[in-house]
Nanobody, 121 residues
């Protein structure tokens, strides 16, 4: 019954900003990491950013470094993605996700429904 719900997507022009939010709906949860992924039309789902919930370390895909910032509020079971200097190539459906730790790394198993981000030129 646990759900992740994204919000904050929309239509913006290149160079503008958006802040995406994701919150648990229905019940609280505990995860090893929270992350953001995106999927553009005709492309596979792509990792965007991750924050661990132990050391709060972050990592980003190269194309968004310096522009996007991920943060989390564990007490509120929320994760946000501040997206600055948006580019048309950032256009995609953005998904938040929760991961559990495995011997080989984080495994994302719980996903939100996605929110559309469209960046026009």
């Amino acid at each position: 019954q646990i759900q992740l719900v994204e919000s904050g997507g929309g239509l913006v022009h290149a160079g503008e900003s958006l802040r995406l939010s994701c919150a648990a709906s229905g019940r609280t949860f505990s995860s090893a990491a929270l992350g953001w992924f995106r999927q553009a039309p005709g492309k596979e789902r792509e990792f965007v950013a991750q924050i661990t919930l132990r050391a709060y370390s972050t990592n980003y895909t190269e194309s968004v470094k310096g522009r996007f910032t991920i943060s989390a509020d564990v007490a509120k079971n929320t994760v946000t993605l501040q997206m600055n200097s948006l580019k048309p190539e950032d256009t995609a459906v953005y998904y938040c996700a929760a991961a559990r730790a495995t011997l080989t790394g984080m495994r994302y198993e719980l996903w939100g429904q996605g929110t559309q981000v469209t960046v026009s030129s």
